[in-house]
């Protein structure tokens, strides 16, 4: 099992410029979210899906779309870079039973994002 | 909304000492649950514990140990004879039914020789 992936593994962007950070994970679970890291505060979670079809806001959604049309995939995108969104971002995934219980979150390497 | 705090920003112990990162976490759930994640200097995030708000059982892993009260909101972290190796930023997190999960801003800990 590879686990969770992301790519790039860096990326600059220009002010304006739009990017997908890609994230997948063979591990069949339900639950995937992105997470963006900066320094003294945490990870902050972006937007998370449930599964294929369901996606949803987390606490810092403003400039960031997500999709979730197969289990295994969870895309990311920037549409127009600030440099705001200068960050690590995070992408993780775990099983997931609803009104259950959550599981551990299995964590990509991360992708270190500068825009300019 | 949800909040988890972890008030030590940094901690500097030489080896073999003992050492206690603190957690409060705030929520108006009955049902949630915590975690603590280890992120090393090589920058991965890797998990340690998990514990959901119905287990106060206090749990030990090795040199690792957790102490869970819904008293006082905290679920801190013990590392008994700290050693070189633990150097890392540490997490605290908590997640409800909501699906909305919210990290500390994390612990420095550094273990010096």
């Known amino acids: 099992n590879a686990g969770v992936t992301q790519t790039p593994k860096f990326q600059v962007l220009k002010t304006g410029q739009s990017m997908t950070l890609q994230c997948a994970q063979d591990m069949n679970h339900e639950y995937m979210s992105w997470y963006r890291q900066d320094p003294g505060m945490g990870l902050r979670l972006i937007h998370y899906?449930?599964?294929?079809?369901?996606?949803d806001q987390g606490e810092v959604p403003n400039g960031y779309n997500v999709s979730r049309s197969t289990t295994e995939d969870f895309p990311l995108r920037l549409l127009s870079a600030a440099p705001s969104q200068t960050s690590v971002y995070f992408c993780?995934?775990?099983?997931?039973?609803?009104?259950?219980?959550?599981?551990?979150?299995?964590f990509g390497p991360g992708t270190r994002l500068t825009v300019l | 909304a949800q909040k988890v705090t972890q008030a030590q920003t940094e901690i500097s112990v030489v080896e073999k000492e003992d050492v206690t990162l603190d957690c409060v976490y705030e929520?108006?759930?009955?049902?949630?649950?915590l975690f603590w994640y280890k992120q090393p200097p090589s920058g991965e995030l890797v998990f340690l514990i998990r514990?959901?708000?119905?287990?106060?059982q206090n749990e030990i892993s090795g040199r690792y140990s957790w102490n869970f009260q819904k008293s006082t909101s905290s679920f801190n972290f013990t590392i008994t004879a700290s050693q070189v190796v633990d150097s890392a930023v540490y997490f605290c997190a908590l997640i409800n039914y909501g699906n909305d999960m919210r990290f500390g801003a994390g612990t420095r800990l550094t273990v010096k020789p």
């Open positions: 929520t108006r759930d009955t049902t949630y649950y």
């Open positions: 899906s449930v599964g294929a079809g369901i996606t």
């Open positions: 514990r959901n708000s119905f287990d106060e």
């Open positions: 993780a995934s775990s099983s997931y039973m609803a009104g259950s219980s959550y599981n551990e979150q299995f």
